[in-house]
């Protein structure tokens, strides 16, 4: 399973290049990335729940990687985004794109990271879909990884500013 930094780091970088390469600064503005950030870590609100309900009943459960992290999720806001957009409410529609994408990068990152029960909940409750590829020990360094290409990235392009 991929490490919340790794969530939050690779959906901006990943939108943050959609941003520089597709849209542009004045369509999609860096709010959009928080968003986004935040998004791509949403889907593990299920890990509080479980501490939450283990405190209060004594038992061990663990209700991580069920039902927020089903595809069912990004495909909700994705529709919200679409019917936003059709009646002319371009901000929100931006807003549930973004999320819609957030959630679908956490969703992907942790089946390739191969820590999935159920990916497509509620048709299946149990799916043995993802890889097993073991690059879960390699977590720390891979957001390392991730961190210095796209600071390179923003300062190969004279933009790095925009972020400090």
């Not at 405190?55 to 927020?68: K, L, M, R, S, V």
């Not at 794109?97 to 820590?115: E, M, N, P, Q, T």
């Amino acid at each position: 399973m991929a490490l919340a930094v790794t969530h939050i780091i690779l959906t901006i970088v990943i939108l943050d290049l959609v941003r520089h390469y597709v849209f542009g600064k004045d369509k999609f503005t860096r709010y959009l990335l928080v968003i986004g950030g935040v998004a791509g870590l949403a889907p593990d609100i299920d890990m509080p729940f479980t501490w939450i309900y283990n405190w209060i009943t004594g038992a061990n459960a663990n209700f991580h990687g069920t039902i927020t992290h089903s595809l069912i999720f990004p495909l909700i806001f994705l529709i919200i985004g679409i019917f936003l957009q059709v009646r002319d409410n371009e901000k929100w529609s931006k807003i549930f794109y973004v999320i819609s994408a957030g959630w679908f990068l956490h969703v992907i990152l942790d089946c390739l990271f191969g820590g999935y029960k159920s990916f497509f909940w509620p048709v299946l409750t149990s799916c043995q879909f993802c890889p097993q590829w073991g690059i879960d020990q390699y977590a720390i360094g891979i957001d390392a990884i991730i961190l210095v290409l796209w600071l390179v990235h923003e300062e190969l392009h004279k933009q790095i500013r925009d972020y400090i």
